[in-house]
């Protein structure tokens, strides 16, 4: 009866152990991933796209901009509307007064009243 007993607790722990080692294993791959995708974004956001956009006709210029040294290198001539196609789904953005002001009044929490 007492080999029975321990053979089920040491069973036991071998499944808490084998449960907790997993649990690890993942853990340390999900950390992997998003160690691997933070870098990744932050080489992206290194690099960006300027299109200057002219008064009249349909022909930008293009230059890129490195954010690590701030220079700025020549582009090309792009058609305005190739180049800015990836603004057609998006929602344009309310930028009236009152949007704004209920922006910068979200920002602050207003707290309960001190003891007098």
Request: glycine share 8%.
């Amino acid at each position: 009866m007492i080999a029975v007993a321990v053979t089920l607790m040491l069973g036991a722990l071998l499944l808490g152990y084998g449960v907790q080692a997993q649990i690890a294993g993942e853990a340390a791959r999900t950390a992997l991933r998003a160690e691997q995708i933070a870098l990744a974004t932050k080489e992206e956001l290194k690099k960006g796209a300027l299109l200057f956009v002219p008064v009249y006709g349909n022909i930008c210029r293009q230059r890129w901009i490195d954010n690590a040294t701030w220079t700025i290198r020549d582009g090309e001539d792009v058609i305005c509307d190739e180049a800015a196609s990836w603004t057609v789904n998006t929602k344009p953005m309310d930028q009236s007064v009152a949007q704004r002001m209920s922006a910068l009044r979200g920002g602050f929490h207003v707290g309960a009243k001190p003891a007098d």
